[in-house]
């Protein structure tokens, strides 16, 4: 029964999401910014509290401590599993942003000029992304975020070239086993399974090198993949910032490529675009012309790690070696995706697979909130560092690109020194049979 609230508020709509919240506190030990401010106000519970006055009109969207405090959120959605009551916390949050875009706020202004100017166009948006790789390749990125004391909380210039640095591929460099395959894919046929892979922005623009690695793995594992190609993006970076009619105009072009497919899955490698395309049906809920389309995009996603454990695979070459696994937020809070990475990871003999000892931890990355947000989140990226030094790893695995750029960074700038990878990379270098690179490469 819909709670019937005095006046008209941008997030009146929102009243039965937010009264679902009982303020019994468990997710406050859960929240990594309650766990370094130590106020209630940046706790999930204070959060909403502060949502529900707004809701009762008893406080605007345009408050300046609102607007610190929403802010100040990572959206790592931590407080989701904890929660007794099931508070949708990771959608009530987006669409709070909404309303404070909607009012006149903004979550950094340069940050939505970035996001309204780069995504503007799909093919503006690959040149981008090129001229980032030509500048990555000149290995300028890198001299210039080691030109400096060693502080995760370094200035968001310093940072942005070592998140750029810490993007380039160098698995082969790392990992002497690690080897290039060249072979022809499988003919599809209708006894063939056959997967989209959404290329993606950010992981077509820096990561191309791990959606290679995915084709071939989803080859080896027996199934035909096409491409969604680069430049459709899944809208999360732009909903997490509280553009989310952008976001959902996003989520309508990649359900119409997807449903162009002959496939019957949608594959991503990003825990960030995993949890948005599974939020689909949320974010067109009200779309009369995509809700239906948007739950059924929904509930044909799978992260790479889900559609690869369910399978027995090719075997792997022997590796004698430490790798030290953290749970990216979206993977593990938001899809509750849990042990699927390290069973994979284990798979290669010899590696030695541990979590970081607050592998459940947010390491700041959050999107865009690493660049906006330096100090929290170089707090947070600090004592990711300290847990991958007792670790005593020789190599850190995740699977999300903001979390590869993120810890990457942070062992260019801070050390330890360890490579970063996603864990296909390590996967697809390992495969002991010679398989293909994928169709469309």
């Not at 007794?84 to 009530?92: D, E, H, I, K, T």
């Not at 001229?131 to 030109?147: E, I, K, M, N, S």
């Not at 309508?252 to 939020?279: W, Y």
Request: hydrophobic residues 40%; proline residues 6%.
């Amino acid at each position: 029964m819909t709670q019937t609230i005095a006046g008209d508020t941008p997030l009146t709509p929102l009243i039965d999401d937010i009264l679902t919240c009982v303020h019994c506190g468990f997710c406050l030990p859960a929240c990594p910014t309650y766990e370094i401010l130590g106020n209630e106000n940046d706790s999930p519970r204070g959060r909403i509290y502060m949502m529900r006055a707004v809701a009762e009109d008893r406080l605007k969207t345009t408050d300046k401590y609102f607007a610190l405090h929403i802010d100040q959120c990572l959206g790592c959605r931590a407080c989701e599993p904890v929660c007794p009551s099931g508070v949708r916390y990771g959608s009530l949050l987006e669409h709070v942003r909404e309303a404070r875009v909607e009012t006149g706020g903004a979550l950094d202004r340069m940050a939505r000029v970035g996001l309204k100017v780069v995504f503007a166009d799909r093919w503006l948006q690959n040149l981008f992304w090129g001229l980032l790789r030509l500048f990555r390749a000149t290995r300028v990125p890198l001299l210039l975020a080691r030109a400096g004391p060693a502080r995760a909380t370094a200035g968001r210039f310093r940072f942005a070239m070592a998140m750029l640095a810490a993007s380039s591929p160098r698995l082969r460099k790392a990992v002497p086993k690690a080897r290039r395959r060249r072979a022809s894919p499988p003919e599809p046929s209708l006894d063939v399974e056959r997967i989209s892979l959404l290329d993606g922005c950010v992981m077509a623009g820096l990561f191309r090198h791990v959606n290679r690695a995915t084709q071939r793995l989803v080859l080896a594992h027996g199934a035909w993949i096409d491409r969604i190609p680069a430049g459709f993006c899944c809208g999360a970076l732009h909903a997490h910032s509280g553009e989310l009619e952008k976001a959902r105009t996003m989520a309508r072009q990649v359900i119409a490529m997807f449903e162009k497919s002959p496939s019957d899955l949608l594959l991503t490698n990003s825990a960030g675009c995993g949890a948005a395309l599974k939020d689909y049906g949320d974010w067109l809920r009200d779309d009369p012309e995509f809700a239906e389309r948007a739950e059924t995009l929904a509930s044909q996603v799978r992260m790479v790690s889900e559609w690869l454990a369910d399978r027995r695979g090719p075997s792997y070459e022997t590796l004698e070696a430490r790798v030290g696994y953290d749970a990216p937020c979206h993977l593990l809070h938001a899809q509750r995706i849990d042990g699927q990475p390290v069973e994979l990871l284990e798979r290669i003999p010899g590696l030695d697979v541990v979590r970081l000892s607050r592998a459940d931890r947010c390491c700041g990355a959050a999107g865009i909130y690493g660049l906006t947000r330096r100090d929290l989140s170089g707090e947070l990226l600090g004592r990711k560092m300290v847990e991958v030094k007792e670790a005593d790893v020789d190599y850190v695995a995740t699977g999300n690109p903001g979390c590869l750029m993120q810890i990457g960074a942070g062992a260019i700038i801070d050390g330890p020194r360890v490579p970063v990878f996603h864990p296909v990379e390590l996967l697809d270098g390992l495969l002991a049979d010679d398989v293909g690179s994928g169709n469309g490469e």
